[in-house]
């Protein structure tokens, strides 16, 4: 049976390097890096991101800046919010969270803040460096499976890859960075024939789609490596896009879910805070 990749643990020691980072930042710069988040309205999940994000901030040695606004707050009064902290110095990461509620212009917002805070590396111009190989913030989910699958193979070069899901947020930037680790890339969706093939091929599996246990078992060629980043709730509870318990059988290395992919995400969040910081001195 496959290797469970302990994400919980992995977050756990990048978490640990983080603080020590932000330590010896601290020394150095004389402040602390700083978090902005902003909620707007009160969708129950997003609560419970944005106190988890917070909580983890502040563990890290880091300032969380927390703004919380009413559901009926207008794009005009979101984007002056989000000018004067691009403008302030003690802000080294601005994250609003996602949904924000219908009438409010997302794209405006997000297009916004300043890329050089945005380290959920949802801007294009992010996109548009990952893309090309600049340096810039990648978003903290794909980053953290990267992560993840160098603790199978600290070498992913010539590997075929299969990323399902094609989202802006995971499998985009998943692809992009598998291929600048040098693995051959398959980009799967929901207009793929024959994904149980597609799949079959792969080396090294990534399922982003939010339908649960879509992948299956005998879709998992012997020995390959699956990151499971479906976050899905079910009456059986919290499941991921693999049929966990056939997979396993079958694949050499596989993330659970809970416990996988989700620690790093927060974590990967924290370390990109950081390397802002130390951008900005
Ligand atoms: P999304 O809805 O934006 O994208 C889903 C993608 O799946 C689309 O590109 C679509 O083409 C593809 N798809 C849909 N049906 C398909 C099918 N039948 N076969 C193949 N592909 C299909 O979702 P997202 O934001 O990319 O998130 C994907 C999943 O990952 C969700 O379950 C989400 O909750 C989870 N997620 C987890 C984390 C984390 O921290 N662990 C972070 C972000 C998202």
């Known amino acids: 049976t496959a ?27 004389g402040r602390v890096p700083g978090l902005a988040v902003v909620l707007v309205g009160e969708d129950p999940a997003s609560a419970v991101y944005v106190r988890s994000k917070g909580r ?14 009413p ?13 004067s902290l691009n403008a302030d110095p003690a ?45 810039g913030f990648v978003p903290c989910t794909p980053l ?17 890859a299969v990323v ?14 598998l291929i600048a680790e040098s693995c051959t890339v ?13 799949v079959r091929a792969a080396d090294v599996v990534i399922a982003a789609v939010g339908i649960p246990a879509l992948v299956k078992g005998d879709w998992i060629r012997p ?13 059986a509870g919290l499941v991921g896009d693999v049929d966990y318990a056939a997979a396993s059988q079958v694949a050499g290395a596989i993330t659970p879910v809970p416990g996988g992919v989700g620690p790093m995400t927060i974590a990967c969040l924290l370390s990109n805070t950081l390397d802002s910081a130390r951008r900005r001195g």
């Not at 020995?223 to 009456?235: F, K, L, P, Q, S």
């Open 3 to 29: 290797t469970i990749i302990d994400g919980k643990a992995i977050a756990a020691d990048l978490r640990a390097r983080v603080a020590e980072g932000v330590a010896a930042f601290r020394q150095s710069a």
């Open 144 to 160: 953290g499976c990267v992560m993840m699958l160098k603790t199978v193979h600290p070498d992913l070069t010539g590997m075929d």
């Open 164 to 177: 399902v899901g094609r989202s802006n947020i995971v499998g985009k930037p998943m692809a992009q960075l």
């Open 71 to 83: 559901a009926d707050t207008d794009t005009e009064t979101l984007l002056a919010l989000v000018r």
């Open 186 to 198: 398959t980009v799967a969706h929901s207009r793929t024939r024959d994904l149980p093939a597609k």
């Open 56 to 69: 983890a901030t502040r563990e890290a040695g880091m300032e969380s800046i927390e703004h919380r606004l």
């Open 223 to 235: 020995g390959a490596t699956v990151i499971d980043v479906g976050i899905n709730r079910t009456e």
């Open 91 to 135: 802000v080294d990461g601005i994250l609003v969270q996602l949904p924000l509620p219908k009438p409010v212009d997302t794209q405006a917002v997000l297009l916004a803040i300043d890329p050089d805070k945005d380290v959920d590396g949802f801007h294009p111009v992010n996109a548009g460096r990952l893309a090309t190989g600049m340096p």
